[in-house]
């Protein structure tokens, strides 16, 4: 099976999304110089470049594509070619009404924009599929093309009926039988049961709150129907170019892509990652997700978009200040990024995307941006032949699944003061802060590599799932599990006892009384620290071996956090420093210790391979002790004891 590695070649990729249809021929002879200068190697091309590849129905216009082609192998550039297909052009949807998808109230979605496409629409399919071959047979072969990159971000939904009819062909494979589907979705609630599939529709506009289940499903049949589009593309393309590796685009932790199931279907694992360059927690998020991407390719992966500056789409689009674009694309790399590439080369004059920011901003060739980017393609060509192909090594798990999130976050729940993902990113952040470097897994994988097994939220479990737990647990592993974990089921229904008595019996939880959300604004006190979000009103069953009481208010010394053996259960979100706290001493007891002692705050160490990353998040210098000799690859000086870090400054150190 091709590999990431198959592109790389030693290497780091460097470059990013190529929109050469945006501009006269002349402009390209002055972008691959640029890109030279700039140690690009690589560009991402045709992603939206259907209509000029397919002006009229069935016309074929390669031409460009190959002067294009040509011109970049010239220079020794690789490309990653996109199949067109995220943007049909304007055409389809003229001719064929029924390639447009359809909202939850019924609209359509026009033209004009992008990713107007029904993934379920069957002539959509046969028309993606035909300019996808035609594509993969022209650029077979080319000395250029190093990878596929099918599609974009793949991300619409659909309640048409055509999507409806596929929604009911794969419910029928679901559950076989009406009877069963009338179980799975509890619909003796409501008088909703159905005697006759043509009445199951997608879960459309409603009155009032729709049935969970049925939402829940339709979430997992849009995963699926979009993955099938991938499939039937990527098939396409393996059959020309058997030994390239095909990826697809993530967003980051979006919520309608079951992304473990999807990179099972991937070569190359692939994320486009934006944070916020004004957010505090900015460098923390990008390394939830650069740690959430490296767990589902199971090792090296490729940072497919990042912006070199700001982008268009917040409220107020910040830059990035100097040092930010080369401080979070290594923090990248030491997560395991073998590829570092943008949104997009050059920025736009025109379209939607004018006011994002690129490696080639409107300022040109002497802007800071873009002389930052040629920094950064020297230093990847330093550190590249040290990292590529290897690992980074954890030995915790944050358990995410994408299931279990769709059932958690609907209407009618008990508390929508928060959001899943705030759970997730208060989990990881803690563990971030403590310096402690973690994978992603699901709750089904395998969990032995793992010391420590942390649970932010998983809200509905398989029983599968749950003796994955216990068996961690079993085994001498460490569990750690928030609050509204194992409450329900893969049907969403809630198990006896409103927490799996397996788990309680885990705890040491006899009766779970009452659930006890927070406000925004409010605190529970526990001993030692403060809860927020949530809190619980638990009956020990008197097995615990440690406690950790509320203090006042209703739950005044009921457990807020209970231990038994190495199984612990926190009921309520502790502030973040005590979730850090609490997390390293879990840790530290399980043997497992950050990537270096004594760090000071801000400064993340991450060890990749042999190679030890320092990252400075800070904006004033610091030093960090890193005892004995080493080599920083990027000044390729020796450093013995200590190293100095600048504002936003990295060190990467070799034994
Ligand atoms: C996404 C898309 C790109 C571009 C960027 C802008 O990542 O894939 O085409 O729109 O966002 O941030």
Redesign the pocket.
């Known amino acids: 099976m091709p590999r990431l590695g198959d592109a790389t070649r030693g290497r780091i990729l460097y470059g990013g ?1 190529y929109n050469p249809e945006q501009w006269p021929e002349e402009t390209w002879h002055e972008d691959v110089r640029l890109m030279r200068a700039a140690g690009v190697n690589s560009v991402t091309v045709g ?1 939206f470049s259907w209509a000029k590849l397919e002006p009229r129905p069935g016309q074929r216009d390669f031409a460009w594509l190959d002067r294009l082609m040509d011109l970049v192998h010239e220079h020794g550039i690789g490309v990653v070619l996109a199949t067109p297909t995220a943007s049909p052009p304007p055409w389809l949807g003229h001719l064929h009404p029924d390639t447009l998808p359809v909202d939850q109230d019924g609209r359509t979605e026009w033209w004009g924009g992008r990713q107007h496409f029904s993934h379920s629409s069957a002539t959509y399919r046969r028309h993606a599929a035909a300019i996808t071959e035609d594509l993969a047979a022209r650029y077979a072969g080319h000395p250029a093309l190093t990878m596929w990159h099918i599609n ?2 793949y991300c619409t939904y659909d309640y048409g009926d055509e999507a409806a009819a596929r929604f009911r062909r794969w419910l029928g494979n679901r559950y076989g039988t009406l009877d069963a589907l009338n179980t799975a979705w509890g619909t003796a609630f409501w008088s909703q049961g159905y005697g006759d599939w043509d009445e199951v529709m997608p879960p459309r506009h409603a009155h009032y709150l729709k049935n969970p289940t049925q939402v829940l499903d339709f979430r997992r049949f849009t995963s699926d129907m979009l993955l099938e589009c991938y499939t039937a593309e990527r098939d396409i393309v393996r059959r020309h170019t058997p030994d390239l590796p095909v990826t697809t ?1 993530f967003m980051p932790l979006w919520s309608g892509q079951d992304a473990w199931r999807w990179a099972e279907e991937e070569d190359v694992v692939s994320v ?1 990652l ?1 944070p916020d360059p004004r957010d505090p927690l900015g460098a923390q998020h990008g390394a939830l997700v650069q740690d959430m991407t490296r767990s589902q390719a199971r090792g090296p992966w490729m940072l497919m ?1 990042q ?1 070199a500056g700001a ?1 268009n ?1 917040r409220g107020a689009n910040h830059p990035k200040p100097r040092g930010l674009n080369r401080l979070w694309s290594l923090q990248a790399v030491a997560r395991g990024a073998d590829a570092v590439c943008y ?1 997009q080369w050059r920025q736009s004059r025109q379209g939607a ?1 004018k006011f ?1 920011s690129a490696m080639v901003g409107h300022a040109g060739e002497q802007g800071r941006t873009h002389q930052e980017v040629r920094q950064l393609g020297a230093d990847l060509a330093k550190i590249g032949p040290h990292t590529a192909g290897t690992h980074v090594g954890a030995g915790i798990a944050v358990l995410h699944d994408w299931h279990s999130w769709w059932a958690g976050d609907q209407d009618g729940r008990p508390s929508t003061r928060f959001d899943y993902p705030d759970v997730l990113h208060a989990w990881h952040r803690a563990l971030w802060e403590a310096h402690l470097t973690t994978d992603f897994a699901h709750p089904e994988h395998d969990l032995t590599p793992y010391r420590v097994v942390v649970v932010p939220q998983l809200y509905a479990l398989t029983d599968a799932a749950i003796d994955n737990l216990l068996a961690h647990v079993r085994r001498g592993g460490t569990l750690v599990c928030g609050f509204l974990t194992g409450v329900a089921d893969e049907d969403d229904r809630i198990r006896p006892g409103g927490i799996d008595a397996r788990l309680r019996q885990l705890f040491g939880i006899r009766t779970l009384h009452e659930w006890w959300p927070l406000e925004t604004d409010e605190t529970a006190v526990c001993d030692g620290f403060r809860g927020t979000l949530w809190s619980e009103e638990i009956e020990p069953d008197g097995t615990a071996d440690e406690t950790v009481p509320y203090k006042g208010g209703e739950l005044d010394g009921l457990p807020a956090v209970l231990r038994k053996g190495r199984a612990w259960y926190v009921s309520t979100l502790p502030e973040p420093d005590a979730l850090r706290d609490l997390l390293a001493r879990i840790c530290a007891d399980a043997g497992v210790r950050p990537a270096l002692a004594g760090l000071p705050a801000g400064v993340e160490a991450v060890r990749r391979g042999d190679l030890l990353f320092l990252l400075n998040h800070g904006r004033d210098p610091v030093t960090v002790g890193v005892p004995g000799t080493h080599r920083d690859l990027l000044t390729e000086a020796t450093v013995t004891d200590r190293v100095t870090l600048g504002r936003h400054g990295v060190a990467v150190l070799a034994p």
Do not use: L
């Open positions: 999304d992603v974009n971000e685009n486009d934006y978009e912006a982008v789409w949104f995307e994002h």
